[in-house]
């Protein structure tokens, strides 16, 4: 009895995360063409400077991060489990934005090492998670039968 309530619970949640990450989804994309609108009709016209570039490929990855975050809470729904190969290739996903928009000039260099180990773990996990031909799903009860 108790158990039904808390996976309704649960799915309500995810429904209300679902809704949430579509606006966020939606207010980056409004920026990224805020943006881009702008800079364009402001002289010297059709011309990003190089800073802009950055900031505007670092929303771009947002969106594509917001959009995988968005169909693995969707999987979570339809077939009550997350796949981890999935929630690896979203960490790899962020892990890269965040080196595409670090200053390099004043960064640390023991930051973009840690990055660099952090890449190449997700890489070695992915890699043996997927050529493993196990099933790696994390099974979640959503149902309401119990």
């Known amino acids: 009895m108790l158990i ?8 309500f949640i995810i429904k209300i995360i679902m809704v949430m990450m579509v606006l966020v989804i939606l207010s980056a994309m409004m920026e990224i063409t805020w943006i881009l609108v702008t800079d364009f009709l402001t002289p010297p016209y059709l011309l ?7 900031d505007i490929f670092a929303l771009f ?6 959009i995988e975050l968005l169909e693995t809470v969707k999987m979570i729904i339809i077939e009550s489990s ?5 929630i690896i290739l979203v960490g790899i996903t962020a892990i ?3 080196i595409l928009i670090v200053d390099l ?7 973009l090492v840690g990055m660099g180990v952090l890449i190449i773990a997700l890489a070695v996990t992915y890699y043996l998670v997927v050529n ?4 790696f799903k994390c ?5 309401d039968e119990h």
């Open 105 to 111: 000039k004043n960064t640390d260099p023991l930051f």
């Open 61 to 66: 990855f947002l969106v594509i991060i917001g």
């Open 82 to 86: 997350m796949n981890v190969d999935v």
């Open 132 to 135: 493993s031909k196990k099933d």
């Open 96 to 98: 890269v934005r965040k």
């Open 48 to 54: 990003i400077g190089v800073d802009q570039i950055l």
């Open 139 to 143: 099974q979640l009860d959503m149902d």
């Open 4 to 11: 039904k309530y808390i996976n309704r619970f649960q799915t």
